[in-house]
């Protein structure tokens, strides 16, 4: 049996923080676990028609002092959007730096409050090149 593909995990520090977030490109709550017992929560979001495919976002109820910088989080997650430019504009009019701006049409990466890396990817052909994007610079890492 090949193996398949259930979700990533990612944990947060701010839950209300992060949840907005991933709001923003799209995403919504389609399940939730507490666990009184372990004091955590694990809420599943997902782009609609994509639930398959989910975020699980992990909260630890009693604070995660190691976030956001004990490197515990995944490489970077990677969405597939219809005009990467109109995304990028969209997080940016929400307060999200664009860490490595669509220069190309194509690509782009921000982090989510809990300095995790979201890569953005046009899908299709990449866009032309416009401005302000094609001569905007990096800002920090991503």
């Given at each position: 049996?090949?193996?398949?593909?259930?979700?990533?995990?990612?944990?947060?520090?701010?839950?209300?923080?992060?949840?907005?977030?991933?709001?923003?490109?799209?995403?919504?709550?389609?399940?939730?676990?507490?666990?009184?017992?372990?004091?955590?929560?694990?809420?599943?979001?997902?782009?609609?028609?994509?639930?398959?495919?989910?975020?699980?976002?992990?909260?630890?109820?009693?604070?995660?002092?190691?976030?956001?910088?004990?490197?515990?989080?995944?490489?970077h997650?990677?969405?597939?959007?219809?005009?990467?430019?109109?995304?990028?504009?969209?997080?940016?009019?929400?307060?999200?730096?664009?860490?490595r701006?669509?220069?190309?049409?194509?690509m782009?990466?921000?982090?989510?409050?809990?300095?995790?890396?979201?890569?953005?990817?046009?899908?299709?052909?990449?866009?032309?090149?416009?401005?302000?994007?094609?001569?905007?610079?990096?800002t920090?890492?991503?």
């Amino acid at each position: 049996m090949a193996p398949k593909y259930l979700h990533t995990m990612l944990r947060v520090k701010d839950l209300d923080k992060t949840m907005a977030f991933f709001n923003l490109l799209g995403l919504k709550e389609t399940r939730r676990t507490d666990s009184e017992g372990g004091r955590f929560s694990l809420i599943f979001m997902a782009a609609e028609g994509d639930e398959d495919h989910p975020v699980e976002l992990t909260y630890n109820w009693d604070g995660d002092e190691g976030l956001p910088d004990d490197s515990r989080h995944f490489g970077h997650l990677a969405y597939r959007v219809d005009n990467i430019y109109e995304t990028c504009q969209h997080l940016m009019d929400n307060g999200v730096t664009i860490n490595r701006p669509p220069r190309d049409g194509h690509m782009a990466f921000v982090r989510s409050p809990d300095n995790a890396s979201i890569e953005l990817l046009q899908a299709g052909d990449a866009l032309a090149p416009q401005e302000p994007w094609s001569s905007m610079e990096n800002t920090g890492h991503w």
